[in-house]
């Protein structure tokens, strides 16, 4: 007998299924018995029932070529049958191919991390399987091509319904651009990249396609995905970084034979970082200063985010004497305080001050150095009145301080905020900063990933080689009405706190990173630089 369990990766009902393979015992099983289970990797998958169990994996190949090699080998594709028999043979095969590019391509750019997707999706064969299907029936069904209808289909149904980010909806479209359209199939020097590498093949037989495909090469560069070479170096140092953090789990936690130097050195580093943080903000004192005010919205961002940092602070500062007092033996040694002692050796955030902090993929230290650094913006803020210029990176919540220009704004013009918009106005560095702007704020502190932007054009332009990241320019954010934002050659860039890009929604509705989508210039389409993953940072890891 053979018992089929699906989707354990839902984790439900997985602490039951575990009891009930612990209770299996060999000498009352049937000797028939045999029990099939499938699951995305899943921490909530019991870690016993892997260790007795014979695992299967089921993924896609690795690299372009033998990607696209799978798809020609898989049903129905393989089928001559099928192959053969579209009323219009030469579009099919044309879009065939293209449609099965675009399968490997959305696939392959998981390997360049938030650059090609914010969101890592499982693209599977079921989803070329169907889309294919679809194909051949609308060429058949239809005289004309029915581009509009199959690229629907396959971008907003079947790939498009697993996309949840709408970042990436822009750039699953932009990608099926590239392989579904009328030049693909009219055109004969038409190429999928500038290299001129890779393109569809001239109509032929089914063993031609796949000459063609083992022709092309093993190791697909950038540009291929419509990204910059410098995508290369981002994709190696994810390897690089997913081997280390592997290593590092692997860590053990518990006390060895050189147990007392650990402690000696997590007591030093611990008193090091106490000593570094500054007294909790006067909350009181603060709201007594800069009391709420109807035509000054950044009191109260002011005093929220002092209020925000003060439970961060009081979480590190109490976690960090708890511990030096556990290695003192005044206290236990409880498990919270075990995983904050594991962090700091490792050098890595604690999840317990992640839980009460901002998003941050820093090391401890890096960490340490940036908190005290927004702290010192909100002291200096309160000491010497609100800035010139804000630094964006140091909110702890920013869209209470986008919310509060926008405020400022409709409050001193009596407009309704939902009617208002921001341009954007990249200043160059001789700007007179010594007074703020009549309307709006200027802003800084921000980073290009995946380009880096121009000075002397005044907009973006191709990534420096071997230059990851470029400082953002100051931008004075301009409220106002919607419908006077004035027409011109634009990309809307996002804005996130780190480079992981993905977040949640939180309580108030708004995404654990995502901040706002700057509408900024440029000279080439829009479509250029989504597919490159231009993004501005509020951070870096370092």
């Given at each position: 007998?053979?018992?089929?369990?699906?989707?354990?990766?839902?984790?439900?009902?997985?602490?039951?299924?575990?009891?009930?393979?612990?209770?299996?015992?060999?000498?009352?099983?049937?000797s028939d018995f045999r029990l099939?289970?499938?699951?995305?990797?899943?921490?909530?998958?019991?870690?016993?029932?892997?260790?007795?169990?014979?695992?299967?994996?089921?993924?896609?190949?690795?690299?372009?070529?033998?990607?696209?090699?799978?798809?020609?080998?898989a049903d129905p594709i393989c089928?001559?049958?099928?192959?053969?028999?579209?009323?219009?043979?030469?579009?099919?095969?044309?879009?065939?191919?293209?449609?099965?590019?675009?399968?490997?391509?959305?696939?392959?750019?998981?390997?360049?991390?938030?650059?090609?997707?914010?969101?890592?999706?499982?693209?599977?064969?079921?989803?070329?399987?169907?889309?294919?299907?679809?194909?051949?029936?609308?060429?058949?069904?239809?005289?004309?091509?029915?581009?509009?209808?199959?690229?629907?289909?396959?971008?907003?149904?079947?790939?498009?319904?697993?996309?949840?980010?709408?970042?990436?909806?822009?750039?699953?479209?932009?990608?099926?651009?590239?392989?579904?359209?009328?030049?693909?199939?009219?055109?004969?020097?038409?190429?999928?990249?500038?290299?001129?590498?890779?393109?569809?093949?001239?109509?032929?037989?089914?063993?031609?396609?796949?000459?063609?495909?083992?022709?092309?090469?093993?190791?697909?560069?950038?540009?291929?995905?419509?990204?910059?070479?410098?995508?290369?170096?981002?994709?190696?140092?994810?390897?690089?970084?997913?081997?280390?953090?592997?290593?590092?789990?692997?860590?053990?936690?518990?006390?060895?034979?050189?147990?007392?130097?650990?402690?000696?050195?997590?007591?030093?580093?611990?008193?090091?970082?106490?000593?570094?943080?500054?007294?909790?903000?006067?909350?009181?004192?603060?709201?007594?200063?800069?009391?709420?005010?109807?035509?000054?919205?950044?009191?109260?961002?002011?005093?929220?985010?002092?209020?925000?940092?003060?439970?961060?602070?009081?979480?590190?500062?109490?976690?960090?004497?708890?511990?030096?007092?556990?290695?003192?033996?005044?206290?236990?040694?409880?498990?919270?305080?075990?995983?904050?002692?594991?962090?700091?050796?490792?050098?890595?955030?604690?999840?317990?001050?992640?839980?009460?902090?901002?998003?941050?993929?820093?090391?401890?230290?890096?960490?340490?150095?940036?908190?005290?650094?927004?702290?010192?913006?909100?002291?200096?803020?309160?000491?010497?009145?609100?800035?010139?210029?804000?630094?964006?990176?140091?909110?702890?919540?920013?869209?209470?301080?986008?919310?509060?220009?926008?405020?400022?704004?409709?409050?001193?013009?009596?407009?309704?905020?939902?009617?208002?918009?921001?341009?954007?106005?990249?200043?160059?560095?001789?700007?007179?900063?010594?007074?703020?702007?009549?309307?709006?704020?200027?802003?800084?502190?921000?980073?290009?990933?995946?380009?880096?932007?121009?000075?002397?054009?005044?907009?973006?332009?191709?990534?420096?080689?071997?230059?990851?990241?470029?400082?953002?320019?100051?931008?004075?954010?301009?409220?106002?009405?919607?419908?006077?934002?004035?027409?011109?050659?634009?990309?809307?860039?996002?804005?996130?706190?780190?480079?992981?890009?993905?977040?949640?929604?939180?309580?108030?509705?708004?995404?654990?990173?995502?901040?706002?989508?700057?509408?900024?210039?440029?000279?080439?389409?829009?479509?250029?630089?989504?597919?490159?993953?231009?993004?501005?940072?509020?951070?870096?890891?370092?």
């Open positions: 007998a053979v018992v089929s369990t699906q989707s354990g990766h839902y984790g439900r009902g997985m602490p039951t299924l575990e009891k009930i393979c612990g209770d299996l015992v060999p000498d009352t099983t049937h099939w289970l499938t699951s995305y990797p899943s921490p909530a998958f019991p870690i016993p029932i892997l260790q007795n169990g014979v695992k299967m994996t089921n993924e896609p190949p690795k690299g372009l070529k033998m990607n696209l090699v799978r798809s020609y080998l089928d001559s049958e099928f192959f053969n028999s579209c009323k219009q043979p030469q579009s099919f095969k044309k879009l065939l191919f293209g449609l099965c590019f675009f399968h490997a391509t959305v696939q392959e750019r998981r390997q360049f991390g938030p650059l090609g997707w914010n969101i890592p999706y499982e693209f599977n064969e079921t989803d070329l399987r169907i889309s294919v299907q679809q194909l051949h029936m609308f060429l058949n069904q239809y005289e004309e091509l029915p581009i509009d209808a199959v690229s629907y289909l396959t971008g907003e149904c079947n790939y498009g319904g697993r996309v949840t980010d709408s970042h990436d909806r822009r750039v699953i479209i932009g990608i099926l651009e590239n392989y579904y359209n009328h030049d693909i199939v009219k055109d004969p020097d038409y190429k999928f990249s500038e290299s001129g590498k890779y393109y569809a093949p001239k109509d032929g037989e089914y063993d031609s396609y796949l000459e063609y495909i083992k022709s092309l090469p093993i190791l697909a560069k950038p540009e291929v995905f419509n990204m910059h070479a410098n995508a290369d170096i981002t994709k190696d140092q994810k390897e690089t970084n997913m081997l280390f953090d592997s290593i590092l789990q692997t860590e053990g936690t518990g006390g060895g034979g050189g147990s007392g130097d650990k402690d000696e050195m997590l007591y030093e580093v611990s008193g090091g970082i106490i000593a570094k943080l500054p007294k909790s903000f006067d909350t009181e004192a603060a709201l007594r200063k800069y009391p709420t005010a109807y035509k000054q919205s950044m009191n109260t961002v002011l005093v929220q985010e002092m209020g925000r940092f003060n439970v961060l602070l009081d979480c590190v500062r109490a976690s960090l004497i708890n511990l030096q007092k556990a290695i003192k033996g005044l206290v236990v040694m409880s498990q919270e305080l075990e995983e904050v002692s594991h962090a700091v050796i490792i050098g890595k955030i604690p999840e317990l001050w992640m839980s009460k902090s901002y998003p941050s993929l820093k090391p401890l230290g890096s960490y340490v150095n940036d908190l005290i650094q927004r702290l010192n913006f909100l002291q200096d803020w309160y000491d010497d009145g609100v800035p010139n210029v804000f630094w964006l990176s140091g909110f702890y919540f920013t869209q209470a301080f986008i919310t509060g220009v926008k405020q400022n704004y409709a409050r001193k013009y009596t407009i309704p905020i939902d009617t208002l918009s921001f341009d954007y106005d990249v200043m160059s560095e001789d700007i007179d900063t010594s007074k703020p702007p009549d309307d709006g704020a200027y802003v800084n502190g921000l980073f290009v990933d995946g380009a880096r932007w121009c000075r002397e054009k005044n907009t973006f332009a191709e990534s420096t080689p071997n230059v990851l990241f470029d400082t953002m320019p100051m931008i004075w954010m301009r409220p106002m009405k919607k419908l006077d934002i004035p027409d011109a050659p634009i990309y809307w860039c996002p804005v996130y706190k780190t480079s992981e890009r993905r977040g949640v929604l939180s309580t108030t509705g708004h995404s654990t990173n995502f901040v706002i989508d700057m509408r900024l210039s440029s000279d080439k389409p829009e479509m250029h630089w989504v597919l490159r993953g231009l993004a501005l940072l509020c951070q870096l890891d370092d």
